[in-house]
């Protein structure tokens, strides 16, 4: 029996058993889908592109260069020169396929920290999708919200959870060339105490709650917390996702402070390192932070009410802060629809992060707290992730350290700090081109109109293209 046979064997015997679960059920859709798109995909790229750009942001952080051209080759960045340059003038260029982004301001692709990508749903709305959909409808979802991030110029993201291991799977079909995407770090299902704000069975009759609660990501006591992180390391996820405080969605009238003990916060955060994974810590109230901070967390997700205290630890530790200011405009708009999509505590609680948004960042940005950019789309909706730019300068940054909040810090935070977030010789090619200027006004980020990612062309709806879409 060949390999091959002996794998198709071994697929319907356990497709066939017990173990055949809802997760192992999303990951085969998956595939599926995944399957159908190949013929679609062209393969990765093995020639060149010479990508010539009116002005050029190669290093965010820095002022950026005037008429510049990139040679890109193998899906990398392989040299970039002052002016426009003949393809005759490099020693890869004599086959490479010209890309005129002359009249365009071309920076590097962006990334956000913070998604949720199997829904946009929330609210009441949410909850009934949590127990009408299954893992088939959340895989197709997810693969939909991948592309809309990656065409608004989102060359990589950071998936802070999600139920069914879907964005596990999905991670791995956008990184083999299957499927659309960013490329996304993912921290499968997060982490919370007992009636923590992870606890999936919040809101629901005692009798729903063991078909719930069955992920294994609740945990009590240090040991169980240990073990859970673990659960989540042999899932093969590339960052732990932990929630310290409550949050202004969990369906219970807790308030948004400390929910976590110390030695459970700590036993994560030290499992995690152990395994070198890093930890994002959803945390509102102050003292929740500070216990993440102390504990080691490597970013504080939110941070809606941290004080001076908070601020120090985070300048102390270097940790940094992902602010989701853009969940204040997916709660604005879902009421506008209906102002019954929010009920009880959890109505009150959106009213008043409305309208506390914001207050955090106007504390970090003069302190120099180290910022890093996320919308926690999902929250607000997928596609419209540039619109945390406008929030961020709204809220004491300029355009310059927004974009570099979305590219050379978020690279850092993502450990990709070597591949991504500058358009540096020998990392990944993945850009953006916009017209108009960024730097002086930072809302053209919401009409990226070309993206490349690892040297393919993904979007190019400029005028003279035919508005067309790669894949």
């Not at 942001?57 to 510049?68: K, M, N, V």
């Not at 291991?165 to 770090?185: E, N, S």
């Not at 004080?307 to 802060?321: E, M, N, P, V």
């Not at 629809?337 to 506390?356: F, H, L, M, Q, S």
Request: proline residues 3%; charged residues 25%.
């Amino acid at each position: 029996m060949t390999t091959r046979a002996r794998m198709h064997t071994a697929n319907r015997a356990l497709i066939s058993s017990r173990t055949f679960t809802p997760a192992l059920a999303g990951a085969v859709l998956v595939a599926l889908a995944a399957s159908s798109a190949v013929a679609q995909a062209p393969s990765p790229t093995s020639s060149c592109s010479l990508v010539q750009a009116g002005r050029l942001l190669d290093r965010p952080g820095h002022a950026p260069r005037g008429a510049s051209t990139v040679l890109v080759c193998n899906g990398h960045i392989e040299a970039v020169r002052d002016g426009f340059v003949e393809a005759s003038a490099f020693a890869n260029g004599a086959n490479a396929t010209a890309v005129d982004l002359r009249d365009r301001f071309v920076l590097p692709g962006l990334i956000d920290s913070h998604v949720h990508l199997t829904s946009d749903k929330a609210g009441v709305e949410g909850q009934l999708e949590g127990i009408s959909k299954g893992v088939a409808d959340h895989a197709y979802e997810a693969a939909v919200n991948a592309r809309k991030t990656l065409g608004a110029g989102f060359t990589t993201v950071r998936n802070l959870g999600d139920e069914d291991g879907v964005t596990l799977a999905l991670r791995d079909a956008v990184a083999a060339g299957k499927l659309p995407g960013p490329r996304i770090i993912d921290a499968g299902v997060a982490i919370s105490a007992t009636a923590g704000h992870m606890d999936p069975t919040l809101g629901f009759r005692d009798e729903l709650h063991d078909a719930i609660d069955v992920h294994g990501n609740t945990c009590d006591g240090a040991d169980a917390c240990r073990k859970a992180v673990r659960r989540q390391v042999a899932r093969g996820v590339d960052v732990i996702k932990i929630a310290t405080t409550g949050g202004v969605n969990s369906r219970i009238g807790a308030g948004l402070g400390q929910q976590m003990f110390d030695d459970e916060a700590r036993a994560i955060v030290e499992t995690a390192h152990l395994y070198k994974k890093k930890v994002a810590v959803h945390a509102h109230g102050a003292d929740g932070i500070a216990l993440a901070l102390r504990a080691g967390a490597d970013s504080i997700e939110h941070g809606t009410l941290m004080d001076d205290a908070d601020i120090k630890l985070l300048r102390q530790t270097g940790a940094y802060y992902v602010p989701t200011l853009s969940t204040v405009n997916g709660y604005k708009e879902r009421l506008a629809k209906n102002p019954d999509a929010y009920t009880g505590e959890v109505r009150e609680k959106i009213e008043w992060r409305i309208g506390i948004t914001g207050k955090a960042l106007e504390r970090a940005v003069p302190a120099g707290v180290k910022i890093a950019f996320g919308t926690d789309a999902g929250v607000s909706l997928h596609g419209r992730n540039a619109d945390e730019f406008e929030l961020m300068v709204a809220h004491g940054m300029t355009p310059a350290t927004a974009i570099a909040a979305a590219t050379v810090n978020a690279a850092d935070l993502l450990g990709l700090a070597d591949q991504v977030g500058s358009l540096d010789v020998g990392k990944r090619a993945d850009l953006i081109a916009v017209s108009g200027d960024p730097l002086s006004d930072v809302t053209v980020l919401k009409r990226v109109e070309f993206v490349m990612k690892d040297g393919r062309v993904e979007k190019d709806v400029r005028a003279g293209n035919g508005g067309a879409v790669a894949r």
